[in-house]
């Protein structure tokens, strides 16, 4: 896709062609991770990348046409550091923490489009389970990623969260769950790209907010079943 030379048209205004000079990316990666009784890990991590593939927007004040394409920008860094943890509050409450706190930079040497930009950003995610009485179970998901910059780019806030509500009946024979999803509708990916005296804002949006009830029946039995040991040798005397 980031070769093909032909262009496809996202819309009116917008179109993005692929670059059949572009040439592959080097990363040098290193990562120390440190963890603890298999609950918890944190992981300090760095990324250096030379011949940086990078979007390109070029804006055409004529026409008012915006081209997306990809170049080797040049040389990029990411350093970062990375949380992973479970947490058991009570028997009946569980939870998992995961986030990540990165610094990045890019510095681009192609003609017209230099530029040397580095910015810090933050992410986390918080899901949680419950197993209450009555064969009653819960789960709570959210995440939160925050502004950050990486080259000529900014990004916005992006964060919601989901919720599940589950009850067995029958000796779990039944199950009646209801749940819904990222019900902030935040869930959307917002980015600003400055280029000398261009600004291009762009705004992803999904509909992603959705509410669910399902009544599922399990025909099956939970009962395990035993397999009958057989000796090789009076299989042998069968044939």
């Known amino acids: 896709m980031y070769l093909n030379p032909y262009f496809e048209y996202i819309d009116t205004y917008n179109v993005s062609v692929g670059n059949p000079n572009l040439t592959p990316q080097f990363t040098d990666a290193f990562e120390v991770v440190w963890i603890k009784k298999q609950k918890t890990s944190l992981s300090l991590f760095a990324n250096f990348s030379k011949d940086e593939m990078y979007q390109i927007i070029d804006y055409d004040t004529d026409t008012k046409i915006t081209t997306l394409s990809y170049d080797n920008i040049g040389k990029s860094k990411t350093i970062g550091l990375s949380l992973n943890t479970s947490i058991t509050f009570k028997k009946w409450w569980e939870a998992q923490l995961s986030s990540e706190l990165t610094y990045g930079q890019a510095t681009s040497d192609l003609e017209n489009y230099k530029f040397n930009d580095s910015g810090v950003s933050f992410s986390g995610a918080l899901n949680q389970s419950f197993t209450l009485a009555k064969d009653w179970s819960a789960t709570w998901n959210s995440f939160y990623s925050q502004n950050g ?66 009544l599922t029946y399990n025909f099956g039995t939970a009962k395990k079943k035993e397999v009958k040991e057989a000796d090789l040798n009076e299989e042998q005397n069968r044939l």
């Open 149 to 214: 910059a990486y080259g000529n780019t900014t990004f916005k806030p992006s964060y919601d969260m989901s919720f599940t509500m589950r009850k067995d009946f029958f000796d779990k024979k039944i199950r009646l769950n209801l749940s819904a999803q990222n019900v902030l509708r935040k869930s959307q990916w917002i980015q600003s790209t400055k280029q000398d005296n261009v600004t291009t804002n762009w705004v992803n949006c999904w509909e992603t907010r959705k509410i669910t009830v399902s």
